[in-house]
């Protein structure tokens, strides 16, 4: 017997469960799994999405600067990073590349991010308004270490992407992709740690700054 | 880790009088309390969400073999290789045999618990490579070669003043007691290890059945790196952190976060679904699961069954006022707090830990506060009860307590030895009305005086106001 075959028979046995999951068993869950219920969760106001989210994102130690459309997103970003007296240069997924980042006077690299970028500027799948959170996909034109390795992680966000809960954001995922990616990673603001006396230190190993640009 | 429960009492006896760490623990404080009380205030229905929380752990467990097969199936539809380990020893030797198969030098660790039950950074050490840990606390911990002694906070009982020498020490630095400074010294003496590492191991905070994912929830961003940089990612960890569904997590999440830390969310959320896809530009090239018996499925049917739902949040320890005075290490393992005296002695033997159950004041403050509603102190007292039935506690204990059952099944005898220890006791105290010593109770006046009792029992008063 392997161990897997010996830890699922004590599994069973623990549980007073005869022989080896049966199909009546299996498609027990598997229904479960299909209905897939959505459990409680506190009540908000949820009126004003776009409000809530910035509300909160401010909360987390993020910055927020609201523009009209996508185009005026590469000005927002040369504002944001000339008035932080951040560097001009960095990186962009590429699914961003399209825009006019050179107009604006910024230099971005259409990559992944590595040790040395100082800046990384990425979209995002969508964001949440209970939370202030941001949910980013990984995929070839969405690398995810732009969003980690860079000291300042600068998300390009839909206002109209963005949903009430974590709840909403699985349910637009699964009805926009197939599967899930390698990585979703849901992001609250800068990296922080509180493991020295529990003060809180922004930027630990991730980002010292995030800055949402949400246009629409 | 090495354990040392069975030395709990010679333990606790050093942490009283450990003038460094008693101050750390009084700074300590209320801290994680209060952020916990400040942040549920917004969760207009806690209950519901507590008891719903709850219901999806008991779920999991009640189909825990059909569950772990759906995570499997998925996770190897992904890429993801699954490994089963029945014992501790079992983790170090899967973790070494991947490490070496994919040629393995230097490995990154993120927070992992259950690598602590198995000592895997010795193991891995033996065997010829490093683990650095990344998670600041476990970083301080390891340069101090000392075990955590929180299983959110590891180096809470640290101050920074030693912080800071110990940063001095190692890293050649010139001494710097400024928290931020140091956070940075840390992120930056770490920042080409994670560039360089060839591995990345990881707890799991949960396995997702519905997609084959391995969640991983953290503030630092250390978690995002040992499992997007390093060209292998191992996350190991219990067979019983699996939830049904991606929804089911995000009710469970509510809780975790709002109960370790008062955060409504922690700043990274990562759900990893396999290795790195064919077009991607980063990520792991290989993904492995190590799944954890080690004394999990011993639980299952049994009354401690229910301290299978634990979230490992650390509310109860927060919220615990023996956890507060003697800290983690005390406590002799990995887990501390209530929490810990439960699964401790499950996890290493009864025998090896007969006095961890002993060590709480029932006070039912960590049944309060636990997301998911785990009844603490009634299993503390089912250990308690099945220590006495094995004949484990000492010799004076047990005919003590055969001495207090006679007196209660014969309730004359009873009244008759109240009336008369009450009278006694009243006697000693003086005029000040208190007991400097009470022989063979020390321990109960060593450090305090008690206050002796009226003179009357509370048979006599209640006869008295009787209508």
Redesign the interface.
Known sequence: MSARDNILARIRSGLGLPGTAAGAERAQIADYIARNPRGPRPSFDATDLVARFCERSVKLGSTVERVASLAEVPQAVARYLKASALPVTGVVWPALQALSWQEAGLSFQAREANGLDLVGVTGAFCAIAETGTLMLLSAADTPATVSLLPETHIAVLDAARIVAGMEEAWALMTSEREGLPRAVNFVSGPSRTADIEQTIVIGAHGPYRVHVVCHG | MQLTSSLFKRNVRHKLVDASLQH?MK??GG??SQARAIAML????LE??RT??AA?RD?SL?????????FEERAMA?GTQVH???TAQ?VNRILIDIARAHHVKKIVKSKSMVSEESGLNEAVAAAGMAAIE????EY?LQLAEEPPSHII????H???EE?AQLFSEKHHTTLQTD??A???EA?EQ???H??SADMGISGGNFLI???G?VVIVT????G??V???PRVHVAITG?EKVL?????F??V??LLTRSA?GQ????????????????????PEHSHVI?V?SGR??????EL?LALRCIRCGACMNHCPVYQNIGGHAYGWVYPGPIGAVLTPSYVGLENALDLPQASTLCGACQVVCPVKIPLPELMRVLREKSFRLGLRPWHERWAIRAWRFAADHPRLYGWMTRLAVRLLHRMGGKEGLLHRLPGLDGWTDGRDMPAPSGRTFRDRYRETRP
């Open positions: 750390n700074r300590f801290r994680f917004e969760v207009d229905n519901a969400i719903a929380a999806i779920r009640a189909h825990l073999d059909s569950y772990l097969m759906a992904c089963w380990a029945e079992d990344t998670d600041l606390g301080i906070a590891p180096a809470i640290k101050s920074v912080v928290i931020p140091l956070c940075r992120r770490l920042r080409p994670f560039l059945a519905e997609t994912s503030n630092e961003g250390n995002r790196m499992t997007t940089l067979i049904p569904t991606l929804n089911d995000s009710t999440l509510r830390t409504s969310i922690t700043n990274y959320v990562s759900v990893l679904t396999g290795p790195r896809r064919d077009h991607d530009r980063d990520g799944l018996d499925s011993r639980l299952l049917g049994s069954q």
